[in-house]
């Protein structure tokens, strides 16, 4: 059974940074491409950032580029999402997302991920 735990979300200025850990249990993990999604209260789930199995390829959102950058270390197990110039409007609750394992694609839908995290809530104050 897989299971991803998020941490590293809070309350911060608009300008701030933080940085985002997703640590995942079982062997898919390096098997698979994840994501980073976001949602607001009110708004749909987004995808905001994924990463190929090896980490070679990257997705962002035209919200989050240049500022946000998605990263993986596949030997401790754990996906990271580092936020820069936090913004107001990045105010969301913060899941990650694991592929099926052999997905070693990015894929922009959330019905292509077979496993979620709980959330973590980032707050940006203005």
């Known amino acids: 059974q897989v299971q991803l735990v998020e941490s590293g979300g809070g309350l911060v200025q608009a300008g701030d940074s933080l940085r985002l850990s997703c640590v995942a249990s079982g062997r898919t993990f390096s098997s698979a491409a994840m994501g980073w999604f976001r949602q607001a209260p009110g708004k749909e789930r987004e995808l905001v950032a994924a990463i190929t199995w090896s980490g070679g390829g990257t997705y962002y959102a035209d919200s989050v580029k240049d500022r946000f950058t998605i990263s993986r270390d596949n030997v401790k197990n754990t996906l990271y999402l580092q936020m820069n110039r936090l913004k107001p409007e990045d105010t969301a609750v913060y899941y990650c997302?694991?592929?099926?394992?052999?997905?070693?694609?990015?894929?922009?839908?959330?019905?292509?991920?077979?496993?979620w995290g709980q959330g973590t809530q980032v707050t940006v104050s203005s």
């Open positions: 997302a694991l592929r099926r394992k052999g997905a070693l694609e990015i894929a922009t839908m959330g019905n292509d991920y077979a496993y």
